[in-house]
């Protein structure tokens, strides 16, 4: 089984769809004796969305509380942030989508402060953080331009992440490997 010591700053979750990650980020979370917040950045847009959001509230127990926040999570970890808590954002990604359709096309700018923004507050935490991100880079090319921004913004949020982690971890199959660990 997967053991790392971590209570204290920003760990990095990363793997790809359906991988199992936030799984591992859940039991992370569930072996600190801390509060537990789960920061939620999926919209439901439609009804398989929806379904999903419930699916993945019912795999939480009642220890648990729910903060659902889609853009401004740099804010929200900081009001929420103290030594005895642990927070599990879930997921980077889904953030990221929902900050493309607040700024649509041409305004890669305000895409990378805020990327920028949620860096600095992870590099600054009282309690604990777990961060889970899709890695989208190791898959085709995106034959689109939108797709292929996306892409290059996931990998850049995923590499300001990691550099401000203490820990870092890739999951294939459900199956974890840590990348770093400080």
């Not at 019912?58 to 659902?68: A, F, G, H, N, Y």
Request: glycine share 8%.
């Amino acid at each position: 089984m997967f053991k790392t010591k971590f209570n204290k700053g920003c760990m990095l979750v990363m793997g790809g769809a359906k991988s199992g990650k936030s799984s591992l980020a859940l039991k992370i979370c569930d072996d600190l004796p801390f509060r537990r917040i789960f920061l939620a950045t999926a919209q439901a847009f439609d009804k398989e969305m929806g379904d999903r959001i419930a699916r993945h509230r019912e795999e939480r127990d009642k220890k648990w509380c729910t903060v659902e926040e889609p853009l401004d999570i740099a804010a929200k970890i900081r009001e929420l942030d103290n030594n005895n808590t642990v927070i599990l954002i879930d997921c980077l990604t889904l953030w990221l989508n929902n900050l493309f359709l607040k700024y649509e096309t041409g305004n890669d700018e305000s895409i990378y402060q805020s990327i920028n923004e949620l860096a600095g507050q992870l590099s600054n935490m009282q309690g604990a953080v777990v961060a889970v991100s899709n890695d989208v880079g190791m898959g085709i090319v995106p034959d689109n331009a939108l797709g292929r921004r996306f892409r290059d913004a996931a990998g850049t949020m995923n590499q300001k992440i990691a550099s401000v982690a203490s820990k870092a971890v890739v999951i294939f199959a459900g199956l974890p490997l840590v990348l770093k660990d400080e």
